[in-house]
């Protein structure tokens, strides 16, 4: 995560340069611009251009970043479609869809031709170690198909998930802008640089991480399958038979979790350590070998630029507006604003 944190830090100081040129956020594009950043000048060493200095990416990405977004939302939306409806749908959508899928693959494509050609040495980051570490029994490089796989899963599976995290924590900042003076005061005015081992300790942002997790968990569930016959809370589930664990009712459950289950305490998580034997149950990035295995670059880039725009700026506001959310693949906010003052300003 070392490695990272510098690629990190420079979307966070993009981002605080956008607020400051524009306090009236539109959260979902720019959550979604800085996630999407982060994973590509990150793990790929590529800027996709969607913040600061657009020079540097490569060409087409504006289109790609398009196309990439119609698949999920395609893909999304199928997950919900009903069985007669669903295959139509499929059926008339099916050639753009096509389309947008070769557009993306050739975009990867493309970064992977590069850097085997111009920079073959280069490791230090997520493509480089794809590209050039063997396996350790058979001595062969990963095939370039599975490499370009991987990036689209790292892509696809890395940032909407992370964008809806941190919409969802910028939006209780902004509803209740005392949380973050909290934060700032206790933890922030110490952690002047932010540099890695600042962004590891920030207890109070994590804990804030952490209820926005539980309330609302971007992956709302996992599937598991049972390997043998079972009974699961007083039902028989047969070997084979899948069963989905919905992490977000039980993230909220009123028995383990108290009367104020359903509500936002940002300070719920501070001090407490969950383990396997705990009553809560806990599981916004699923659990064992298949949990998630992005989870600590989730942690670090959300703290991080939680922290650094929360330094810089105090959320706000124009009216208050609910949180609603978008059910999906992914449990998403639906768009909303907030208004981003220069601290200096306000106290
Ligand atoms: C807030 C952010 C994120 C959340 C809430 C989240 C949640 C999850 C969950 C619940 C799973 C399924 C785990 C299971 O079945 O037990 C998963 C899998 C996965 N996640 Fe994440 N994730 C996040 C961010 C990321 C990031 C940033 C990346 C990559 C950079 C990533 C890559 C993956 C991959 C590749 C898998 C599949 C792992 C496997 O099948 O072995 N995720 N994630």
Same mark, same amino acid.
């Given at each position: 995560?070392?490695?990272?944190?510098?690629?990190?830090?420079?979307?966070?100081?993009?981002?605080?340069?956008?607020?400051?040129?524009?306090?009236?956020?539109?959260?979902?594009?720019?959550?979604?611009?800085?996630?999407?950043?982060?994973?590509?000048?990150?793990?790929?060493?590529?800027?996709?251009?969607?913040?600061?200095?657009?020079?540097?990416?490569?060409?087409?990405?504006?289109?790609?970043?398009?196309?990439?977004?119609?698949?999920?939302?395609?893909?999304?939306?199928?997950?919900?479609?009903?069985?007669?409806?669903?295959?139509?749908?499929?059926?008339?959508?099916?050639?753009?869809?096509?389309?947008?899928v070769n557009?993306v693959r050739g975009f990867v494509d493309?970064?992977?031709?590069?850097?085997?050609?111009?920079?073959?040495?280069?490791?230090?980051?997520?493509?480089?170690?794809?590209?050039?570490?063997?396996?350790?029994?058979? =001595?062969?490089?990963? &095939?370039?198909?599975?490499?370009r796989?991987?990036?689209?899963?790292?892509?696809? +599976?890395? %940032? *909407? #998930? @992370?964008?809806?995290?941190?919409?969802?924590?910028?939006?209780?900042?902004?509803?209740?802008?005392?949380?973050?003076?909290?934060?700032?005061?206790?933890?922030?005015?110490?952690?002047?640089?932010?540099?890695?081992?600042?962004?590891?300790?920030?207890?109070?942002?994590?804990?804030?991480?952490?209820?926005?997790?539980?309330?609302?968990?971007?992956?709302?569930?996992?599937?598991?399958?049972?390997?043998?016959?079972?009974?699961?809370?007083?039902?028989?589930?047969?070997?084979?038979?899948?069963?989905?664990?919905?992490?977000?009712?039980?993230?909220?459950?009123?028995?383990?979790?108290?009367?104020?289950?359903?509500?936002?305490?940002?300070?719920?998580?501070?001090?407490?350590?969950?383990?396997?034997?705990?009553? =809560?149950?806990?599981? &916004?990035?699923?659990?064992?070998?298949?949990?998630?295995?992005?989870?600590?670059? +989730?942690? %670090? *880039? #959300? @703290?991080?630029?939680?922290?650094?725009?929360?330094?810089?700026?105090?959320?706000?506001?124009?009216?208050?507006?609910?949180?609603?959310?978008?059910?999906?693949?992914?449990?998403?906010?639906?768009?909303?604003?907030?208004?981003?003052?220069?601290?200096?300003?306000?106290?």
């Amino acid at each position: 995560m070392r490695a990272y944190h510098r690629a990190m830090r420079t979307v966070a100081d993009d981002l605080a340069v956008r607020w400051k040129e524009d306090p009236d956020v539109d959260v979902h594009g720019d959550m979604t611009a800085a996630t999407l950043e982060i994973i590509g000048r990150a793990g790929f060493s590529t800027p996709m251009g969607l913040l600061g200095d657009n020079a540097a990416a490569p060409q087409g990405t504006g289109e790609f970043v398009a196309a990439l977004s119609r698949v999920l939302a395609w893909a999304s939306e199928s997950t919900n479609d009903l069985p007669v409806i669903g295959p139509i749908r499929g059926v008339l959508a099916a050639p753009g869809i096509r389309r947008d899928v070769n557009y993306v693959r050739g975009f990867v494509d493309s970064i992977i031709e590069r850097r085997r050609n111009d920079d073959a040495d280069q490791n230090d980051d997520l493509l480089g170690l794809m590209l050039t570490t063997r396996d350790t029994e058979t =001595e062969e490089l990963l &095939p370039v198909e599975n490499v370009r796989d991987q990036v689209l899963t790292f892509l696809a +599976a890395g %940032h *909407e #998930t @992370t964008a809806a995290l941190l919409e969802v924590a910028l939006y209780h900042l902004a509803a209740d802008p005392s949380v973050g003076d909290l934060i700032v005061d206790e933890e922030l005015s110490e952690a002047t640089a932010l540099d890695y081992d600042e962004v590891v300790r920030l207890r109070r942002v994590k804990a804030l991480i952490n209820e926005c997790l539980r309330l609302c968990p971007p992956a709302p569930g996992f599937f598991r399958i049972a390997r043998s016959d079972q009974e699961l809370g007083g039902y028989r589930v047969p070997a084979g038979r899948a069963v989905f664990v919905l992490s977000l009712a039980a993230q909220r459950d009123p028995v383990v979790w108290g009367p104020d289950a359903d509500e936002f305490r940002a300070d719920r998580f501070l001090g407490k350590r969950l383990t396997a034997s705990s009553p =809560e149950f806990f599981a &916004p990035w699923g659990t064992g070998p298949r949990s998630c295995i992005g989870r600590q670059f +989730a942690i %670090h *880039e #959300t @703290t991080l630029l939680i922290a650094s725009l929360l330094s810089k700026y105090r959320l706000t506001m124009d009216k208050p507006v609910e949180l609603r959310l978008r059910e999906r693949a992914t449990l998403r906010p639906e768009p909303f604003r907030i208004v981003a003052t220069p601290r200096g300003r306000t106290r």
